[in-house]
C-alpha cells in the first residue's frame, strides 16, 4: 500500500479512547497451544515476577522480544513467535504485570499498570540478552508498541530493529516525545488499521515523521487493532513484512540478509 501523507501533530489518547482501545484490543487467549517453547519468569527492576515462554533455538544470538497489548497477554503474540523461531531466532513472549491467563499463558504478579509497561519490557530484553542473545529487536502491540519506543529510547546497548503495531503516543501516563523519538536509531517499522477506532494510523503518521531513519510505515485497510491485525485480512502481509524486517535489520554485520524488506 503507498504510504499516507505523514501528519506531526501529537495524539493524545484520553481516558474515553484508553477505554476504546479495551474494546477494539480483544480478549485472553489462554487456550493457544504455545507450540514447542518453555516457561520462564523473570523479575523487574521493582521486584515484580513475569512470567513468559522462550521459543527457538537456545543458541540464537539473534532475537526478539513480542510485548502484548491490552487487554491481551502474551498468548496473542504464540503463534507468530512460533513463526519467528522457525527462521532461527531466539523469541520472548511475556505477561505485563497483573496479566494472568493462567495454563501456558502463565501468571505474572503484581497490578495491571499501564505506566509500568516499560520497566516490565526492559526486565524481558535484559532477560533475553542474559540468555545469549546479542542482537535484539522487540514487536509491541499497543501499549507494547509505545512501550517498545520508550525502552529503545534508553537503552545503551542499542536495539537494531522495533515494530509498532497500532502503537499510540501518549497512553495514560506512557508518552513518547519528539526528542525521544529522536533518540531511537533502530530501523522503525510502524503498522496501522486506516480503520482502527484509538485513531493508531494517525499516530504511527506522527510518530513515523519525528524518528530517523530508517522509518517504514504501513497503513492498511482493516479496523482490526494491535495483534488482531495478524490475523486480518492483511495478516499474512503483515506477518511476513515483519520477518523480513527482523531477518534483514536483525542479520549479523557481514553475514548477510534476506534483502530489505
Known amino acids: 500500500m503507498a504510504a499516507r501523507p505523514r501528519s506531526r501533530s501529537l495524539v ?13 484490543c480483544g480478549g485472553s487467549t489462554s487456550t493457544v497451544d504455545p507450540g514447542p517453547s518453555t516457561p520462564v519468569t523473570f523479575k523487574t527492576s521493582d521486584d515484580v515476577t513475569l512470567a513468559g515462554r522462550l521459543f527457538g533455538p537456545a543458541d540464537a544470538t539473534e532475537g526478539v522480544v513480542l510485548a502484548h497489548m491490552l487487554p491481551a497477554d502474551q498468548t496473542s503474540w504464540f503463534p507468530f513467535a512460533e513463526r519467528l523461531a522457525k527462521q532461527g ?14 495454563g501456558d499463558g502463565g501468571c505474572s504478579e503484581g497490578d495491571k499498570d499501564i505506566d509500568a509497561a516499560p520497566t516490565d ?7 533475553l540478552r542474559a540468555d545469549g542473545v546479542q542482537r535484539l529487536g522487540i514487536a509491541g502491540a499497543s501499549m507494547g508498541g509505545t512501550a517498545a519506543l520508550l525502552v529503545a529510547s534508553m537503552d545503551r546497548q542499542g536495539i537494531p530493529a522495533l515494530v509498532m503495531l497500532s502503537a499510540p503516543q501518549v497512553l495514560s501516563g506512557l508518552a513518547v516525545g519528539p526528542d525521544q523519538l529522536q533518540t531511537v536509531t533502530g530501523a522503525k517499522l510502524y503498522i496501522a488499521g486506516l480503520g482502527d477506532p484509538a485513531g493508531a ?13 530508517p522509518v517504514n510505515e504501513e497503513i492498511v485497510a482493516v479496523d482490526e487493532h494491535g495483534t488482531d491485525l495478524l490475523s486480518s485480512s492483511h495478516g499474512e502481509q503483515l506477518q511476513a513484512m515483519i520477518e523480513q524486517w527482523f531477518v534483514h535489520y536483525l542479520a549479523p554485520p557481514g553475514g548477510g540478509s534476506a534483502g530489505v524488506p
Request: aromatic share 10%; hydrophobic share 55%.
Open 89 to 102: 531466532f531466539r523469541v520472548l513472549t511475556f505477561d505485563f504485570r497483573g496479566y494472568c491467563p493462567g
Open 12 to 24: 493524545i489518547i484520553s481516558s474515553l479512547t484508553i477505554a476504546t482501545l479495551l474494546s477494539a
Open 201 to 213: 494510523a494517525k499516530s504511527a503518521d506522527a510518530m513515523a515523521a519525528l524518528g530517523p531513519q
Open 121 to 127: 519490557l526492559r526486565a524481558a530484553v535484559d532477560f
